[in-house]
């Protein structure tokens, strides 16, 4: 019962809420209009500001990834603290726009083998309770690397440094 009063547990699935803003995003992709001949004259904002608002929630659920460091085994925590070290920066620079497909990129492997070694349910007995938490923060970064892989997809959007340095 502790762990669904704790403010982690609602960052982290409000963040979930990135993942699907980036796939709504992607579903306004064109404005239809009546003839199809016609040009599409302007940009779809909207589209672009929900494809920041879906990058600043991945984001915030890379945030809730980190974690608190406890110091019970040594390796493990040298592994959070590289994971912090490598992992953040690169994360702003998805949150912001900047070199966004190659961040991204460099995030989705570098979380996949984060994750591989930090949660290794499969390890606990299905009867014990650290079983269900490892298995939640497992499938929880795995939920990041899906968001990163759509923003590898969909690209970071009109509200973003790449695409300014476009106009430049």
């Not at 490892?134 to 970071?156: A, E, M, N, R, W």
């Amino acid at each position: 019962m502790e762990f669904f009063l704790t403010s982690d547990f609602y960052l982290r699935n409000i963040a979930l809420l990135g993942g699907l803003v980036l796939l709504l995003a992607e579903d306004m992709g064109e404005v239809k209009t009546m003839f199809c001949w016609s040009p599409n004259l302007g940009e779809n904002k909207p589209q672009n500001y929900m494809q920041l608002a879906g990058r600043v929630l991945i984001c915030l659920m890379f945030l809730t990834l980190l974690g608190e460091m406890s110091f019970d085994n040594f390796f493990t925590e040298v592994v959070r603290a590289v994971e912090l070290i490598v992992g953040l920066p690169l994360m702003i620079c998805v949150c912001i726009g900047y070199r966004t497909k190659l961040a991204s990129c460099i995030l989705v492997v570098w979380l996949f083998l984060i994750n591989i070694y930090l949660n290794p349910f499969w390890m606990y007995s299905t009867s014990r309770a650290m079983h269900d938490f490892v298995k939640y923060d497992f499938f929880q970064t795995l939920s990041v690397i899906g968001g990163l892989l759509y923003v590898i997809t969909l690209g970071p959007g009109g509200v973003s440094f790449d695409e300014h340095k476009k106009n430049w």
